[in-house]
Structure formats: structure tokens, C-alpha cells
């Protein structure tokens, strides 16, 4: 099967595009049989979200006949910061903050958190209205930066970011952990254990 744009342009660039999958042509045969299409709908407004353009919003897959398999919805956010460290230089991240999908009627979403550097410290995966579907995975890293700015790193002169330390799995927001992970680290500073995330423990020491 082949993919084709059937929009004006390319995929990105254009507020609506929709992709068309084909099948064939047959043995003996020039015609191609239309098997299903994807509609995307993109960010375009650059006055109220300037830096979210480009950005893919919704994702509509259908079958042969039309009827709509599969629906997907992302939302974003955008956030400001400093640079650790006390420069005063603005950071400006924009964050997918969660995703919904349909599928034959029923809908189940994720939502995301992230730390001061951007790193995703959370996955949400909340299932439907039953009970028992849900899945929270936690992540925390070692963000080691000139400064010493307490509670993200050490007091040292190197650049060790966006590091995973740990990774757990829980049920629920506030369940039990029921899986965790922990990496280490060659040659960080001891004074560094000290700024650790909460959960996880600490990295090898030099």
C-alpha cells in the first residue's frame, strides 16, 4: 500500500491535511482501490499560540466506507523559565501536556508532567470509566548544573542533564508502587546525593 497527500501542500505547513492509502493496482488491472484516509488538523494560530504552530492537534483515521476508526486530540502548553544557574535568559518550552483517543465510542487519555528542563516526570495513562485500567509512571533525573541551585544539582562545575535516576509504575496516583527501576552514574559527585530526586535514591558517587 502507498500513502498520497491530497492536500495542497505538504504535511506540514497547512492548517488541514488529509492522507489517502491505496491499495494496488490488482494483477491485470490499473486501477487503485482506496482503503482508508487520515485527516490532521495543525496549529495555525500565530497570534494566540505563537509557540505551538506546526503543532499536530487531531488525527481522524477512517475506514473504506467513512466511518470514523480512530480519533486522537493533543493539547500543549507552553512554559517559562530561567536557566539554572541565576542567569536571567528565558526559556521557552512548549510541552505536549496530554492526548485523548476514541476508539469505537470509547475514550482514554494521557496526561504529561515535566520538570524545569523539560524532562517528562510523568505519564498518566487514565483509562475508561472502569476501574483497575489506570497506569502512573513517575521518572526522575539528575539534572547537574554549574550553580549548585538546590534541589536540581550539585555544586560543580560540569553539565549532566536530563539523566534518568529512576522510574517507577504505580496503579494509581497515589497507589503503591508496583515496579521500579534505578540507574547509576560513573564519576558524579558525592555532594550531589544530597539533591537526589525523592524517589529513586541516589547516583553512584566519585
Known amino acids: ?78 512554559v517559562a523559565g530561567t536557566v539554572p544557574g541565576g542567569s536571567s535568559t528565558a526559556i521557552w518550552m512548549t510541552l505536549l501536556a496530554s492526548q485523548t483517543e476514541t476508539v469505537d465510542g470509547v475514550t482514554t487519555g494521557t496526561v504529561y508532567g515535566y520538570d524545569l528542563f523539560g524532562n517528562q516526570t510523568l505519564i498518566y495513562q487514565y483509562g475508561t470509566t472502569a476501574s483497575g485500567d489506570d497506569q502512573v509512571e513517575r521518572r526522575g533525573y539528575i539534572n547537574d548544573t554549574p550553580g549548585g541551585v538546590a534541589g536540581f544539582d550539585g555544586p560543580d562545575t560540569r553539565w549532566f542533564v536530563g539523566k534518568v535516576i529512576s522510574d517507577t509504575v504505580a496503579a494509581a496516583l497515589a497507589g503503591p508502587v508496583l515496579a521500579e527501576r534505578r540507574y547509576f552514574y560513573d564519576a558524579l559527585p558525592v555532594a550531589l546525593q544530597n539533591n537526589c530526586p525523592p524517589v529513586g535514591g541516589c547516583p553512584l558517587g566519585a
Not at 492536500?7 to 482508508?36: D, I, K, M
Not at 499560540?49 to 466506507?65: C, D, K, V
Request: charged share 15%; aromatic share 12%; net charge negative.
Open 1 to 78: 500500500a502507498t500513502a498520497t497527500l491530497t492536500a495542497v501542500g505538504p504535511l506540514v505547513g497547512h492548517e488541514n491535511v488529509r492522507v489517502t492509502q491505496y491499495l494496488g493496482p490488482a494483477f491485470g488491472s490499473q486501477t487503485e482501490t482506496q482503503v482508508a484516509w487520515v485527516d490532521y488538523t495543525f496549529e495555525t494560530d500565530a497570534v494566540h499560540n505563537p509557540f505551538h504552530i506546526g503543532r499536530e492537534l487531531t488525527r481522524i483515521a477512517y475506514s473504506p466506507t467513512g466511518v470514523e476508526m480512530r480519533h486522537s486530540a493533543s493539547f500543549y502548553l507552553t
